[in-house]
């Protein structure tokens, strides 16, 4: 999935989950879970394999992604505030979230290339369930919809 929908949930889970021993290794969890939802991604892999780096395209929406993620799991973390701790273990889960994809970043955008990357990127794509753009970008809407709606209704 893209950034933000994992940010959202790994967030979500941690307003929920006040312990931060509990809520930032669900949050790592929740990111294996999320990538079971059939959903669209723009295609790294193929295009490192056919140009040796991401589109222009590509990197684009991995920008926006990534500061509409970091936005969003400020303003959720902000929602815990005065309490700062609790605002904390929010902002550590969002990235929990994360970090199965932050692991692959150097690879894609430092061309950083050593075997344990390229094993994780390989058990990381057998685990996603693929969709074209429309509904696999709807599937992450409805996604970022029900963590909102699980976090303030
Ligand atoms: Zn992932």
């Not at 693929?130 to 919809?145: H, K, N, W």
Request: glycine residues 4%; charged residues 15%.
């Amino acid at each position: 999935m893209l950034e933000t929908p994992h940010v959202v949930v790994g967030a979500a889970i941690a307003t929920k989950v006040v312990n931060p021993f509990l809520a930032i290794p669900l949050a790592f969890g929740s990111h294996f879970l999320l990538d079971r939802i059939p959903h669209w991604n723009p295609h790294l892999n193929t295009e490192m394999k056919k140009h040796g780096k991401p589109t222009k395209k590509s990197s684009t929406i991995v920008i926006v992604d990534v500061c509409s993620s970091l936005v969003l799991g400020l303003f959720i973390a902000s929602k815990a505030l005065p309490n700062s701790a609790h605002a904390a273990t929010i902002v550590f889960s969002s990235f929990a979230a994360i970090l199965p994809d932050a692991i692959e970043g150097p690879y894609f955008f430092l061309g950083i290339k050593n075997a344990f990357i390229e094993k994780w990127i390989t058990f990381q794509k057998s685990i996603q369930a693929d969709a074209d753009f429309i509904p696999g970008i709807i599937t992450q809407i409805l996604t970022i919809a029900a963590a909102f709606w699980w976090i303030f209704a």
